[in-house]
């Protein structure tokens, strides 16, 4: 196991679900995230992860880690948010990390440190950078899908009068 902090270069990975743009809700509370997974199907190359203590998932031949880095610090404070550059290292506005698609390629830093507590030891990872070299633009979100309008429309006096159910 990891006994000294450290920085790990993840290179050539699938780059799928990147929640860069802003933190993603924690869904066991607390606060936000900064998010991707990576994936590959490479044995080799999920067994070096799992050597440098990263969580790594297997289904069907495809092995994934989910990263993530915290929105805050312990005491508070706003914490940067994950570095993201294209294939020259130039930035990609917050903006512009949104339209990071599943199945884009890239490479990333992780930080990995040790830790002990409450008896439990372990290693803690925080995604610090992501090099986007393979672009599968995400063109989905909310605009993409809606309904149809469905029989006539009524005038507002008829609306605000109607009973909706």
Do not use: C, H
């Not at 809700?25 to 994936?39: D, K, M, R, V, Y």
């Not at 995400?138 to 149809?148: K, L």
Request: glycine content about 8%; aromatic content about 6%; overall charge negative.
């Amino acid at each position: 196991m990891l006994t000294q902090p450290k920085n790990l270069i993840i290179a050539d990975v699938e780059l799928n679900w990147a929640r860069l743009d802003t933190p993603a809700a924690n869904p066991f509370g607390g606060e936000p995230n900064w998010e991707l997974q990576i994936a590959t199907t490479d044995a080799a190359k999920a067994a070096d992860w799992k050597a440098n203590d990263l969580n790594v998932k297997e289904s069907e031949g495809n092995f994934t880690v989910s990263l993530r880095r915290k929105s805050v610090t312990k005491d508070g404070s706003p914490m940067e948010p994950v570095r993201v550059v294209d294939s020259q290292k130039l930035p990609i506005a917050a903006a512009d990390r949104r339209k990071i698609g599943n199945g884009s390629r890239g490479n990333v830093i992780v930080w990995l440190a040790p830790y002990e507590y409450a008896g439990r030891k372990g290693v803690t990872s925080s995604l610090t950078a992501v090099q986007v070299t393979d672009l599968q633009e995400y063109s989905g979100g909310g605009d993409a899908m809606d309904f149809d309008v469905v029989g006539e429309a009524l005038s507002a006096e008829e609306a605000a009068n109607a009973d909706m159910f």
